[in-house]
């Protein structure tokens, strides 16, 4: 038991430097982002190339990159876009969405920045020759506030979202949440 404990310690105290050398590469002096991502530019949305409305138009349309398309990464930067495109949105709701998520990226990518010269920080304090365990718990503190700050504006553009929908759409997304939900906690039934 003992033995399996001090494998998992170690496998944690080796892991996190790693995982912060790979986090830290965007970091930047200024905390902005010196360059945009290709699907983040103007023109490029959530949901999808195509102008128009409905559930063809709607992102995932323009599959690629794996299971969640090329948007994989952005799925929790952009509140459920993968279940509205189940709703027959109007433009002017189109519209509306497409501002919030793109608020929403904008505001997550600059504390995504934050997030990465903080764990740029954090790795220097796991490669010093003593690590300081109050040092590094202070670090992994400021890091879990902006991550909770980003888990907070996307819940806050989540309910702005539902704020434009119909009742009827609102009902309809609350359905397919609640049918993710089970998917997601019984995967194979």
């Known amino acids: 038991m003992k033995n399996i404990i001090a494998v998992a310690l170690l496998s944690v105290v080796f892991a996190a430097p790693s995982f912060a ?15 945009t991502p290709p699907h983040h530019k103007p023109g490029h949305n959530m949901m999808a190339e195509k102008k128009g ?20 990464a952005d799925m ?18 189109y519209s509306k969405i497409s501002q919030l998520s793109d608020q929403l990226k904008h505001d997550n990518w600059a504390k995504q920045g934050l997030i990465n010269d903080e764990t740029a920080k954090l790795r220097d304090l796991y490669e010093a020759d003593k690590r300081d365990p109050a040092a590094i ?35 309809t997304l609350k359905g397919l949440r609640s049918k993710m939900r089970h998917m997601y906690m019984h995967p194979m039934q």
Request: aromatic share 4%; glycine share 8%.
């Open 76 to 93: 929790m930067m952009e509140p459920n876009m993968h279940i509205l495109n189940a709703l027959t949105l109007s433009k002017e709701q």
């Open 137 to 171: 718990g202070k670090e992994y503190q400021v890091i879990f506030d902006l991550k909770r700050q980003m888990i907070e504006t996307y819940l806050d553009a989540q309910n702005h979202i539902e704020e434009v929908l119909t009742p009827e759409q609102r009902a």
């Open 53 to 72: 409305c409905g559930a063809d138009h709607a992102m995932g349309a323009h599959k690629g990159y794996g299971m969640m398309g090329e948007q994989g």
């Open 21 to 35: 050398d790979d986090s830290s590469v965007q970091a930047t002096a200024n905390k902005t982002p010196a360059a």
